[in-house]
């Protein structure tokens, strides 16, 4: 008698080896869709009780392919010499996600059907249009893509966190895309003309469109890594390679962190400390609440000043994860040494739970900066968290407009020293912290550290190349230096250097790629 262990081994067969449909012999098209994409599709088709072959044969009578016309795939089966007496049918990948789902292959319509490019042409699907650059092109907050959007950004997020910058810029840019179109995408053939969509970013989106979910983005969304280092990384002071060198000695909470007992510097503790307060949104009436203190501690340092608030706020935002503000003199040069002044009152009056000031590093010539642009800017400026109290948020109208906003005169004074200094003894539940960055530009520099300081931050990375791969020039929150003409290029606003850019000016409101 055969013993029971055996005979269950014996009894048991395999669902890739049970082929339910023996009249339907699916071939893979792996152009346009990767080999990585064709295997999993190939092995979850033969637990499902599919025959998938993995080389094209005439027993195949089903030619699926993805993101390609009829023409393209007969095209590809002529150049493998495989095109004799074609009798299978050309798919789209719908036919087969759809059959997936049903268990059984689903009948074919019309709309499986691969089409050729003339018959595409004739749809009445409506297809979009946008310039490449995303500083060619208006982006309000409003978004008719968020799904898809907010997708690709998480992906974007998840490449960051692997400092895998190339990828996280890509996924950006196709995101900036899709957030500039007017309508709502209902189908991949609207997509078929716009620029910065990969591959990759087309499965993404293909998915969302044709199932609801992305399988990618969700498996990222709950991975353990991913959640992680979103966990450690909203630790102010705390980057990507950091939080990945804890999470690989088996941190992945703050409760792991303060149990490790690590060696934190003075930024990850204060970060740590109030992490929960960092990681709310600043509304915009805390983000002028804030405004009002960095001008009454300007006026008593340095009357005459100028105060911006920029960031997402600059473009429309009722929210923000931080608080930024440029300020310059209009008599250039009389703002040296400004950021330690303004810190040390602020300290005087409790405001500050932490700062670090940096001098500014960057030399000027009698002819423009003396060292090239960078990405990266250097002015004075000073990374804090403030102690915001929390009652009594009054509406605070917008800052007395002067040349570029919120001159500090003789004046006006009386608008701040009409706002009483917060209370800074109150009880931890009165207030919260909030982070604020401030920043001093000379004034000869000022419109070129307001776009800069503006942003989005792939808005100013797309003037930035825009500036490099099409006008030959270089672009910096300091100055715009033209490559060609070996010279600095003047200018007194934000218009005057879209214009230098051949650029037709976008308002700050538009500019939320």
Known sequence: MV???????VSSISTEDINRFPNVVIFLLVRKMGESRRAFLSQ?????????????????????????????????LRSQQKDKALTAQLLDMSWYTESMRAGCPVQILDRHKLQDEESVKEESVVEFSVPTYACQRRTTSDDHNSKLTDALTLLAENAELNNEDGRAVAFRRAAAVLKALPETVTSMTQLRRLPCLGEHSQRVIKD???????????????????KALKCLTGIFGVGAKTADRWFREGIQTLEHLVVSE???????????????????????????KIGDIVKRALLNVLPGCEMTLTGGFRRGKMTGHDV?????????????????????????????????????????????????PSNMDRFERCFSIFKLEKEKMDSVNAYPQTRYSGQITASNSHLVEANEMPNTHLPANKWRAVRVDLVVSPISQ????LLGWTGSKLFEREL???????????LSSHALYDN???????????????????????APSDRNA
């Not at 969302?208 to 991913?226: A, K, L, M, P």
């Not at 009152?345 to 030399?363: D, H, M, N, P």
């Open 3 to 9: 013993p029971l262990k055996r005979r269950k081994v």
């Open 44 to 76: 979850l088709g033969r637990k499902k009780g599919f025959q998938v072959e993995d080389s094209f044969s005439d027993l195949v009578t089903h030619v699926v392919s993805e993101n390609n016309t009829g023409e393209e795939v007969r095209m590809w």
């Open 446 to 449: 000022f419109p070129f550290a």
């Open 262 to 288: 690590h060696e934190l510097n003075r930024a990850q503790q204060a970060g740590l400390e109030h992490y929960d307060d960092l990681n709310q949104p600043v509304t915009k009436a805390e983000a002028l």
């Open 324 to 372: 930024d503000f440029l300020i310059t003199h209009p008599d250039e040069g009389k703002e040296v040494g400004l950021m330690p002044k303004v810190v040390s009152w602020l300290t005087a009056q409790g405001v500050l739970l932490y700062e670090k000031t940096t001098r500014s590093s960057f030399l000027v010539s009698e002819n423009g900066p003396a060292q090239p």
């Open 464 to 474: 930035r190349r825009w500036a490099g791969h099409v006008k030959s020039m270089s």
């Open 208 to 226: 969302i469109i044709e199932d609801g979910v992305s399988g990618e983005v969700e498996s990222t969304r709950h991975s353990e890594r991913f």
């Open 484 to 506: 060609t003409q070996c010279k600095y290029l003047r200018a007194t606003s934000e218009e005057e250097i879209f214009a230098h850019l051949g650029l037709e000016f976008i």
